[in-house]
């Protein structure tokens, strides 16, 4: 290359040069040049072309047909919270237009959604639209099940006093309860198909995977609403169930055809006992066609006074209680399962001279016995009107202060039968529900019972099986039940302690402590509190003896296999063993008035949480309490937080 200088060119240079290359190179050169800038177009309106093609399918295909189906599942939501509002309203005529305005408004967003078929065939895309359809799926399931139980009771409306024309409205309203019963075995049969259509529902809810939403921001709402259905449709397939042999046979159940007796009792949870409170009296009521008779009502002592040849008290008694050194009537609720107590009474029962043929016992304490008055009123029986107002002297209703002034207050004559009146107070309370109108009492009644049951305050022991296992089935027979992983269960007697449960309350702390191995050591603590001032019970002076030292039997139930480490706040040595499938703590103690007491137990529970895991854990509640505070920590942080009113089940996440 002689002859070539080195020059620098500018911009302007350059543009004026003319290539000295011989010719054939140049056109060749050229032709390179312009065949990549071909190649390059073409790429560029390639890609162009399909990010028109991908805005266009994404506005037409995705985002069009996503608006309307979202648009569509929104007036689906407001239509299934409108039949939600009819049913907390009792309107079950409102209740059943809504939902067939729901399933219209349900099918046409199920359309949209298919309209967006091909995002099956789409990778990720796809997780998200079967799980829509998943869930349409399901709630076409829980509307027809929702439509069936509806149909099943609107006939009833009038008699559960609901709003809405029932098929019953002549005659009086033990005419109407009889005509209602004698019809229950027609709508009966229903029960299957609710049950099968919401075992759909869960079939369906099943297949929709959590995991598919990121564990944040929205995705992290959708996750615990995921997980929330999950676990309500499990609940409500459980206990359509587990009630269905009852249901089955409730018209039999209430008498019809033939009628049934059963031995009512009332437990003083102001007493505590196992099963609720001391057994003080008892009523034998008949059932026919649904239709209540008194045919007894009388004080526990007169019916324990006839039976013969009572046995030695079981060591419980005659340790904490050793004034009593036989095994009474009265007394024979002494485990925390229900049925098991009762099967123990029944069994004493039949020895007495008293007794008469039962088809099963009803139990039920004084907080089932207000709440039904603070709905009827004013109640008067035996001469004396009860109230829920406070009464001063115990701060608590005056019908609680009343009943114990009758019972248990001194007097210089002999009163007969004076607990019976508790029987005659349960009698006038029904007979005011009974004789009144059936809109202005039996629906509120109604709901407040069903509340009752749910939190223990009435229990039901019954000797036909299948009704056995539908109010256990209901939670409302006082079972102590197995359960896969952690348990609690506080049990506690008063023996002796005058009336004193009407001032204690109890705060219950649970505190976690996470191994590295996975294994778990538990601390109970159980702190007491009477701030009242002492009752005086000096029975010579005639005194009612309300408040007194508590002395508290308890027993705390745990995991089959938990290794007790420590305790404190017994007053006697705190023992280990096994009952009702549980490892049990058994100790005791006093709470004096205006005074506090703490139990404190530690302990091993017999397993190891994997990693990753969550503990399930229940809480079961013992009858005849009041609403006690709970708190759950792991190393002091607060998990849960709550007052046990009913039992409660968790998943607790530890790590």
């Known amino acids: 290359m002689d002859g070539f200088n080195k020059i620098d060119l500018d911009s302007e240079t350059k543009s004026n040069i003319v290539d000295s ?6 056109s060749s050169q050229k032709k390179r040049i312009d065949f990549k800038k071909i190649l390059k177009s073409k790429k560029m309106v390639a890609a162009l072309v399909i990010l028109i093609a991908i805005v266009l399918f994404s ?3 995705i985002f069009l047909p996503a608006t309307r189906v979202y648009n569509s599942a929104k007036v689906t939501y407001a239509d299934a919270q409108s039949v939600a509002w009819a049913i907390k309203q009792q309107n079950v005529a409102l209740a059943s237009d809504q939902l067939v305005k729901t399933k219209t408004d349900l099918t046409k967003t199920q359309n949209d959604l298919h309209a967006m078929g091909y995002l099956k065939f789409i990778p990720i895309a796809n997780w998200y639209y079967n799980d829509a359809d998943h869930l349409v799926s399901a709630g076409f399931h829980g509307l027809n099940a929702a439509t069936l139980l509806v149909e099943s009771i609107e006939p009833y409306a009038d008699i559960l006093g609901l709003k809405g024309q029932g098929s019953f409205v002549g005659g009086t309203a033990q005419q109407r309860i009889e005509t209602a019963v004698k019809t229950i075995g027609k709508i009966t049969p229903k029960i299957d198909d609710i049950s099968n259509e919401l075992a759909k529902a869960r079939v369906e809810i099943d297949k929709v995977d959590a995991n598919h939403y990121p564990a944040i921001g929205v995705g992290k709402k959708a996750r615990s609403s995921i997980d929330t259905l999950k676990s309500m449709t499990d609940q409500s397939v459980t206990l359509i169930t587990s009630a269905k042999p009852l249901i089955k046979i409730l018209a039999e159940v209430l008498g019809e055809p033939n009628e049934k007796k059963y031995l009512v009792l009332f437990q003083n949870d102001k007493e505590l006992r196992p099963t609720g409170g001391f057994i003080t009296a008892y009523s034998i009521f008949r059932l026919d066609s649904g239709v209540v008779h008194v045919d007894r009502s009388s004080d526990i002592y007169e019916l324990d006074a006839t039976v013969p040849n009572k046995p030695v008290a079981p060591a419980p008694i005659l340790k904490y209680f050793p004034t009593v050194p036989r095994f009474n009537l009265r007394d024979n609720n002494l485990s925390p399962d229900f049925k098991v107590s009762m099967d123990s009474f029944y069994k004493m029962y039949q020895t007495a001279g008293g007794s008469t043929k039962i088809d099963g016992i009803i139990a039920v304490d004084t907080h089932a016995l207000v709440t039904a008055m603070n709905i009827l009123g004013d109640i008067t029986a035996a001469g ?20 114990e002034v009758i019972a248990d207050q001194p007097v210089q004559i002999i009163k007969q039968d004076r607990k019976g009146v508790i029987g005659d107070l349960m009698y006038a309370i029904m007979n005011k529900a009974f004789s009144s109108s059936p809109k202005l009492y039996w629906g509120p009644l109604f709901q407040a019972m069903i509340s009752e049951m749910n939190e223990k305050h009435i229990l039901y022991y019954m000797n036909n099986a299948q009704a056995q296992a539908g109010f256990e089935g209901l939670n409302s027979a006082g079972r102590i039940v197995p359960f896969e992983g952690d348990y609690l269960h506080i049990n506690e007697a008063n023996f002796g302690g005058a009336k004193s449960n009407m001032f204690v309350t109890e705060a219950v702390t649970q505190d976690y402590n996470l191994q590295s191995d996975g294994s778990i050591v538990k601390t109970v603590t159980i702190d007491y509190k009477n701030p009242h001032p002492p009752s005086d019970c000096n029975l010579e002076r005639g005194n009612l003896c309300l408040n007194a030292v508590l002395r508290d039997w308890v027993r705390i139930y745990v995991p089959k296999g ?11 040595k705190m023992t280990t063993y096994e009952d009702l499938g549980k490892t049990v703590f058994d100790g005791f103690l006093t709470i004096r008035p205006q005074g506090v007491a703490k139990l404190t137990v530690s302990y091993k529970l017999p397993f190891k949480l994997a990693a990753n895991s969550l503990l399930p854990l229940l809480v079961q509640k013992q009858p005849g309490t009041d609403e006690s505070a709970y708190l759950v920590t792991v190393g002091g942080k607060t998990l849960e937080k709550f007052n046990l009113s009913s039992d409660k089940s968790f998943n607790l996440k530890l790590r």
């Open 59 to 61: 506005v037409f295909g």
């Open 562 to 572: 938990s290794q007790l480490i420590s305790n404190q706040g017994s007053e006697v």
């Open 21 to 26: 290359s011989p010719a054939v190179d140049s």
């Open 384 to 403: 004396t009107t009860f109230t829920t107002k406070i009464d001063p002297r115990c701060n608590c209703p005056q019908v609680i202060y009343q009943l």
